[in-house]
């Protein structure tokens, strides 16, 4: 059969020769001209190819219709709110008329019941008056008459003392609050001495007091005095509770730098209001400028708003409830096989899935992570093959906890090795159980013992010896306990008891990313709840996608992927990476703004990054929110390893626990930074070297690494950090020198500065001390900071500002005002 030329196949695909010609020689084939032969290599590239752009097309008429179908929806629920916002001031307007007219009947009761009032208090005046003027004529007797009558007596000589006169008894009707009832009034004695007493005391009658309406009375005052008590309560809660509402409802919580606009639309103030802020501030923007996280601090405040700054990862999150009792199904074990380099760890997981993994890799030895699912006699298990450790310690660093059962693999010919004890160190500090796998007892002289004394020393009891952690004894070339190991990882697992919901949204973890030539950007993801389908849009660390492809790992497509279940994700936007979080979102679009975010998110991290250092946890220690101090020990020699780790152990501090993560021989190297990350851990070195790769990691990690050369000076060291007796050292660091040119009186605020920046700059807030003469005649902090008449946040060199000081306002021409801050100096190890 005649072969296809490359003319012949762009004419009956429709396609341009030339274009085709040009398409294959940047993809490295080698072609002179149309009329080439097109060989099986081109015809198979070109077939990818024209898949690739019909699923692109296909993607982009799907994304089309989604659009409109988003648009359609929009203007349905505008319509609807429109709807709903008419109605509803139709209502407010129905219910304000109604109020109206409630309050002014309401105001004609209360004039009428006034007028009624007044009128009964007028009628019940002029009653107590005529009562008043009958008993005044009763008590007026012939002799009070004759004193009111009597000329005054000559000097000489005293009138006699009038006679006493008789009791008057007064019988008469006493009216009290509208209710009549006789009363006896008490006989009224006439005074004896003078006129003037007599009419003062003409008028006095005692009365007896009903104790009934007394007691009412009293009652009622003490009903008022209650009543009033319990409204001020009311009220002063009520004040309370509305200032609280107001404090909740002034924060807003911002996940890094943003644009004004962004700013407007999450506090509710315009963006001109912003804007004029910032240029009062000194600082000029436009709306789609973004601001720095000062900057919007500053904004901020001034309109009387807090900001709380959300970490990337914290960003839309799926809720965690997985549903009711009833949705939970029970769901595979996740087991990582971890252990030293060849001592069979992917030659047991080989002969468990009976394929041949270990054939296809260099050197028989893992060389990228792999997760893999089994069905066993003893039911289904998700396996993740790791490369030692270090990406288990990876994910474990990143906040993805995914693995339920360790395996740990041992050789018994070897028996316990370097990266076996780090491997059991990691393990433990991610708290997940451990189940020993002693390896290779096909080989002659086989013993096992040995293995199981020195897992002994490392706190690693089998139940043989009556520990707690399950082991078996197997060989992955003749599959010689392999059954045993399976049925052991079931029994751990039944009593872990793993559940999850597979109705609600696909939610997992990244296992590994690469970049594939033909698929590009693809990742292995655990699905840890929910199920995973084929067109689900996705959120995944900082990018975003829609899954186009789901296959297991043998390559093979797959619908749909269920909880604890290893599958191969496409269609992603950019490259994730292991550790990340996946879940599942509502639509594509809102998947991309999760992932925007947190890219925004991401940039500002960096610079409130938690520092894991060791005058970090000691001041957990003083304030009590560290309960364990985590250290990481790496020496020089297996005796320096003992006698550290017999010091730290005996040291005792009240409320802490002093832990030792990992000690090992040799330099520090990466995989110690990344489990003193992951666990919030010290590393300690004594004698040794630290690698590149371990500085580049402890940087990146902000992890305190500590080495010293004598162990004196360690054990001296950690017994004073540990008594809280390491502190950080306050230095001043110099800011600048303004000097003083002009002073400034303002009424209310005392006197300004206003000064020339000599040297380096002079900032809001700092510390200032002001010098005349080679003298400090006064100090404080920089409470206003002015540019002409825009407050500003800074002034460099070279420029005029106006300042004021806490505290200090005698300013005069020529003064030197030095700025500095106060920091802390790490104390530093000789």
């Given at each position: 059969m005649?072969?296809?030329?490359?003319?012949?196949?762009?004419k009956?695909?429709?396609?341009?020769?030339?274009?085709?010609?040009e398409?294959?020689?940047?993809n490295?084939?080698?072609v002179?001209?149309?009329?080439?032969?097109?060989?099986?290599?081109?015809?198979?590239?070109?077939m990818v190819k024209?898949?690739?752009?019909?699923?692109i097309?296909e993607?982009?008429?799907?994304?089309?219709?989604?659009?409109?179908?988003?648009?359609?929806?929009?203007?349905?629920?505008?319509?609807?709110l429109?709807?709903r916002?008419?109605?509803r001031?139709?209502?407010?307007a129905?219910k304000?008329?109604e109020?109206?007219?409630?309050?002014?009947v309401?105001?004609?009761?209360?004039?009428?019941?006034?007028?009624r009032?007044?009128?009964?208090e007028e009628?019940?005046?002029k009653?107590?008056?005529?009562?008043?003027?009958?008993?005044?004529k009763?008590i007026?007797?012939?002799?009070?008459?004759?004193?009111?009558?009597?000329?005054?007596a000559?000097?000489a000589?005293?009138?006699p003392?009038?006679?006493?006169?008789?009791?008057v008894?007064?019988e008469?009707?006493?009216e009290?609050?509208?209710?009549?009832?006789?009363?006896?009034a008490?006989?009224?004695?006439?005074?004896?001495?003078?006129?003037?007493?007599?009419?003062?005391?003409?008028?006095?009658?005692?009365i007896d007091?009903?104790?009934e309406?007394?007691?009412?009375?009293?009652?009622?005052?003490?009903?008022?005095?209650?009543?009033?008590a319990?409204k001020?309560?009311?009220?002063k809660?009520?004040?309370?509770?509305?200032?609280?509402?107001?404090?909740?409802?002034?924060l807003i919580?911002l996940?890094?730098?943003?644009?004004?606009?962004?700013?407007?639309?999450?506090?509710g103030?315009?963006?001109?209001?912003?804007l004029s802020?910032?240029?009062?501030l000194g600082?000029?923007a436009t709306?789609?400028?973004?601001l720095?996280?000062d900057?919007l601090?500053?904004?901020?405040e001034s309109?009387?708003f807090?900001?709380e700054?959300?970490?990337?990862?914290?960003?839309a999150?799926?809720?965690?409830?997985e549903?009711?009792e009833e949705?939970?199904?029970?769901r595979?074990?996740?087991?990582?096989?971890?252990?030293h380099?060849?001592h069979?760890?992917t030659?047991?997981?080989d002969?468990i899935?009976?394929?041949s993994?270990?054939?296809?890799?260099?050197?028989a030895?893992?060389?990228?992570?792999?997760?893999y699912q089994?069905?066993?006699p003893?039911?289904?298990?998700?396996f993740i093959?790791?490369?030692?450790?270090?990406?288990?310690t990876?994910?474990?660093?990143r906040g993805a906890?995914?693995?339920?059962?360790?395996?740990?693999?041992?050789?018994?010919?070897?028996?316990?090795?370097l990266?076996?004890i780090?491997s059991?160190?990691h393990?433990?500090a991610?708290?997940v159980?451990?189940i020993?796998?002693?390896?290779?007892?096909d080989?002659?002289?086989a013993n096992?013992d040995?293995?199981?004394?020195?897992?002994?020393?490392?706190d690693?009891?089998?139940?043989?010896i009556g520990?707690?952690?399950?082991?078996?004894?197997?060989?992955?070339?003749?599959?010689?306990?392999?059954?045993?190991?399976?049925?052991?990882?079931?029994?751990?697992?039944?009593?872990?008891?793993?559940?999850a919901?597979?109705?609600?949204a696909?939610?997992?973890?990244?296992?590994?990313?690469?970049?594939?030539?033909?698929l590009?950007?693809?990742?292995?993801?655990l699905?840890?709840?929910g199920?995973?389908?084929?067109g689900?849009?996705?959120?995944?660390?900082?990018?975003s996608?829609?899954?186009r492809?789901?296959?297991?790992?043998?390559?093979?497509p797959?619908?749909?992927?269920?909880?604890?279940?290893p599958?191969?994700?496409?269609?992603?936007?950019?490259?994730?990476?292991?550790?990340?979080?996946?879940?599942?979102?509502?639509s594509?679009k809102?998947?991309?703004?999760?992932s925007?975010?947190?890219?925004?998110?991401?940039k500002?991290?960096?610079?409130?990054?938690?520092?894991?250092?060791?005058?970090?946890?000691l001041?957990?220690?003083?304030?009590?929110e560290?309960?364990?101090?985590n250290?990481?020990l790496?020496?020089?020699?297996?005796?320096?390893?003992?006698?550290?780790?017999d010091?730290?152990?005996?040291?005792k501090?009240?409320g802490?626990?002093l832990?030792?993560?990992?000690?090992?021989?040799?330099n520090?190297?990466?995989s110690?930074?990344?489990?003193?990350g992951?666990?919030?851990?010290?590393v300690?070195?004594?004698?040794?070297?630290?690698?590149?790769?371990?500085k580049?990691?402890?940087k990146r990690?902000?992890?305190?690494?500590?080495?010293?050369?004598?162990?004196y000076?360690?054990?001296?060291?950690?017994?004073?950090a540990?008594s809280?007796?390491?502190?950080p050292?306050?230095?001043?660091?110099?800011?600048?020198v303004?000097?003083?040119?002009?002073v400034?009186s303002?009424p209310?605020?005392?006197k300004i500065a206003?000064?020339?920046?000599?040297?380096?700059?002079?900032?809001?807030g700092a510390?200032?001390k002001?010098r005349?003469?080679?003298?400090?005649?006064?100090e404080?902090e920089i409470?206003?900071?002015?540019?002409f008449?825009?407050?500003?946040k800074?002034?460099?060199?070279?420029?005029?500002?106006?300042?004021?000081?806490?505290?200090?306002?005698d300013?005069?021409?020529?003064?030197?005002i030095?700025?500095?801050?106060i920091?802390?100096?790490?104390a530093k190890?000789?």
């Amino acid at each position: 059969m005649a072969r296809k030329r490359i003319f012949e196949y762009a004419k009956q695909n429709g396609l341009d020769s030339k274009q085709l010609v040009e398409l294959l020689r940047q993809n490295g084939f080698v072609v002179k001209s149309h009329m080439s032969v097109l060989t099986p290599q081109m015809e198979a590239f070109l077939m990818v190819k024209m898949l690739d752009i019909a699923t692109i097309e296909e993607e982009e008429r799907l994304l089309v219709e989604e659009e409109k179908r988003e648009e359609k929806e929009r203007l349905r629920r505008e319509e609807e709110l429109r709807r709903r916002a008419k109605k509803r001031l139709e209502e407010e307007a129905k219910k304000r008329r109604e109020e109206e007219e409630q309050k002014k009947v309401e105001e004609e009761k209360r004039l009428e019941e006034e007028e009624r009032r007044k009128a009964e208090e007028e009628e019940q005046r002029k009653a107590e008056q005529k009562k008043r003027r009958r008993i005044e004529k009763l008590i007026e007797t012939p002799e009070i008459k004759k004193i009111k009558g009597a000329a005054p007596a000559a000097k000489a000589e005293p009138p006699p003392p009038p006679k006493m006169a008789e009791p008057v008894v007064i019988e008469g009707e006493v009216e009290k609050k509208g209710k009549k009832k006789k009363k006896k009034a008490e006989p009224v004695e006439l005074p004896r001495k003078g006129k003037r007493v007599a009419r003062r005391r003409r008028r006095r009658a005692i009365i007896d007091i009903d104790e009934e309406d007394l007691q009412r009375t009293v009652d009622k005052t003490v009903a008022r005095i209650t009543l009033g008590a319990r409204k001020r309560v009311k009220k002063k809660y009520k004040k309370k509770e509305k200032e609280e509402k107001e404090e909740v409802s002034n924060l807003i919580v911002l996940p890094g730098p943003m644009t004004v606009r962004e700013l407007s639309r999450k506090s509710g103030v315009s963006a001109v209001d912003i804007l004029s802020k910032c240029l009062e501030l000194g600082i000029i923007a436009t709306i789609n400028q973004k601001l720095d996280i000062d900057t919007l601090e500053l904004v901020a405040e001034s309109f009387g708003f807090k900001i709380e700054w959300a970490a990337p990862e914290e960003i839309a999150l799926p809720e965690e409830e997985e549903g009711s009792e009833e949705e939970l199904v029970p769901r595979p074990p996740v087991v990582t096989i971890m252990g030293h380099v060849d001592h069979g760890k992917t030659s047991i997981l080989d002969f468990i899935r009976k394929s041949s993994i270990v054939a296809g890799e260099a050197g028989a030895i893992t060389q990228h992570i792999g997760a893999y699912q089994a069905d066993t006699p003893h039911g289904r298990i998700t396996f993740i093959d790791t490369p030692g450790h270090e990406a288990f310690t990876a994910m474990r660093a990143r906040g993805a906890q995914v693995t339920d059962i360790v395996v740990l693999v041992v050789a018994q010919n070897d028996g316990v090795q370097l990266q076996t004890i780090e491997s059991i160190n990691h393990a433990k500090a991610a708290g997940v159980p451990i189940i020993v796998a002693i390896n290779k007892m096909d080989l002659p002289g086989a013993n096992a013992d040995r293995v199981v004394s020195e897992l002994a020393k490392h706190d690693v009891l089998l139940e043989e010896i009556g520990g707690d952690v399950l082991a078996s004894r197997v060989s992955a070339k003749t599959g010689e306990g392999i059954d045993g190991l399976l049925e052991n990882i079931m029994l751990q697992a039944e009593m872990l008891n793993l559940r999850a919901n597979p109705k609600r949204a696909a939610r997992g973890v990244v296992i590994e990313s690469r970049l594939d030539r033909g698929l590009g950007p693809i990742a292995t993801v655990l699905v840890k709840t929910g199920t995973l389908h084929r067109g689900d849009a996705f959120v995944s660390g900082a990018t975003s996608g829609k899954v186009r492809l789901l296959l297991n790992e043998r390559r093979k497509p797959l619908k749909e992927a269920g909880p604890a279940t290893p599958v191969v994700v496409t269609g992603f936007a950019e490259l994730t990476e292991a550790g990340d979080d996946f879940f599942v979102t509502p639509s594509e679009k809102k998947a991309k703004e999760i992932s925007l975010a947190r890219q925004e998110a991401r940039k500002g991290a960096a610079a409130t990054r938690y520092k894991v250092s060791l005058e970090e946890m000691l001041k957990s220690i003083e304030s009590g929110e560290l309960e364990q101090f985590n250290i990481v020990l790496k020496v020089d020699t297996d005796g320096s390893a003992k006698t550290l780790s017999d010091f730290i152990s005996s040291k005792k501090v009240e409320g802490v626990k002093l832990e030792i993560l990992h000690a090992g021989v040799g330099n520090i190297n990466e995989s110690d930074i990344l489990l003193a990350g992951a666990s919030g851990a010290v590393v300690f070195g004594f004698n040794v070297g630290m690698e590149p790769s371990a500085k580049e990691a402890a940087k990146r990690a902000a992890v305190d690494v500590r080495i010293y050369k004598v162990i004196y000076e360690l054990e001296e060291e950690l017994e004073l950090a540990l008594s809280g007796m390491l502190k950080p050292k306050l230095v001043e660091e110099k800011l600048g020198v303004v000097e003083v040119r002009q002073v400034f009186s303002i009424p209310k605020q005392g006197k300004i500065a206003g000064c020339f920046v000599l040297d380096g700059l002079v900032r809001r807030g700092a510390k200032a001390k002001v010098r005349r003469a080679d003298e400090i005649v006064g100090e404080g902090e920089i409470t206003s900071l002015k540019r002409f008449k825009n407050d500003v946040k800074e002034v460099s060199v070279g420029y005029e500002c106006g300042l004021g000081i806490s505290g200090f306002d005698d300013f005069q021409q020529g003064d030197l005002i030095e700025l500095y801050q106060i920091v802390e100096e790490t104390a530093k190890t000789k």
